[in-house]
T-cell receptor
Framework: AQTVTQSQPEMSVQEAETVTLSCTYD???????LFWYKQPPSRQMILVIR??????QNATENRFSVNFQKAAKSFSLKISDSQLGDTAMYFC???????????FGTGTRLKVLA | DVKVTQSSRYLVKRTGEKVFLECVQD?????MFWYRQDPGLGLRLIYF???????EKGDIPEGYSVSREKKERFSLILESASTNQTSMYLC?????????????FGPGTRLTVL
């Protein structure tokens, strides 16, 4: 079965510091897509960053970057210069090409402290 | 901007009632999804629709049905609500171009079944 594991249910970080959220996944497929979504308190879930498995280069979006280790099936999210607005639940997800089913992890609740 | 709206933010129903949750999108997306979000379980797919009147079961379809009579509207139906269906329900859409770019989420409906 395809699974996503987020081993850190809760994390906290001081404002302006860097934090890394971990995600591992399991699939036997070679062509897939990985995502990090952010769900702020009482607000809609939005995409943070996306990675195509066939691309070796790690995706970056401003202060957000990933460390994609395909052989280890690891897809961690690094948030640099953390801001109070980064406080949210973060979900890791993936989907294999040719399917419609996204697999989500259980989420990591991140709190940025002033 | 893509807009995904859900008919209610909060809903309280009684056991045995028939419940309708509606999702409407304004971006002509082909694919629409209904997820259930529970603490410690992440997002679980209930149903997926890839076209008008077309649907596929997800991981937890028992006790639910769906309807998609128009492209922009995807309804989730609880035929006879039970207390174990108390949860947050999220609707999502994606273009359906098989590019797996991003899912767009609605604000969610927090359903309580008494």
């Amino acid at each position: 079965a395809q699974t996503v594991t987020q081993s850190q249910p809760e994390m906290s970080v001081q404002e302006a510091e860097t934090v890394t959220l971990s995600c591992t996944y399991d699939t036997s497929e070679s062509n897939y897509y990985l995502f990090w979504y952010k769900q702020p308190p009482s607000r809609q879930m939005i995409l943070v960053i996306r990675q195509e498995a066939y691309k070796q280069q790690n995706a970056t979006e401003n202060r957000f970057s990933v460390n994609f280790q395909k052989a280890a099936k690891s897809f961690s999210l690094k948030i640099s210069d953390s801001q109070l607005g980064d406080t949210a639940m973060y979900f890791c997800a993936f989907i294999t090409s040719g399917t419609y089913k996204y697999i989500f992890g259980t989420g990591t609740r991140l709190k940025v402290l002033a | 901007d893509v807009k995904v709206t859900q008919s209610s933010r909060y809903l309280v129903k009684r056991t045995g009632e028939k419940v309708f949750l509606e999702c409407v999108q304004d971006m002509d997306h082909e694919n629409m999804f209904w997820y259930r979000q529970d603490p410690g379980l992440g997002l679980r797919l209930i149903y997926f629709s890839y076209d008008v009147k077309m649907k596929e079961k997800g991981d937890i379809p028992e006790g639910y049905s769906v309807s998609r009579e128009k492209k922009e509207r995807f309804s989730l139906i609880l035929e006879s609500a039970s207390t174990n269906q108390t949860s947050m329900y999220l609707c999502a859409t994606e273009p359906g171009t098989a590019s797996y770019n991003e899912q767009f989420f609605g604000p969610g409906t927090r359903l309580t079944v008494l």
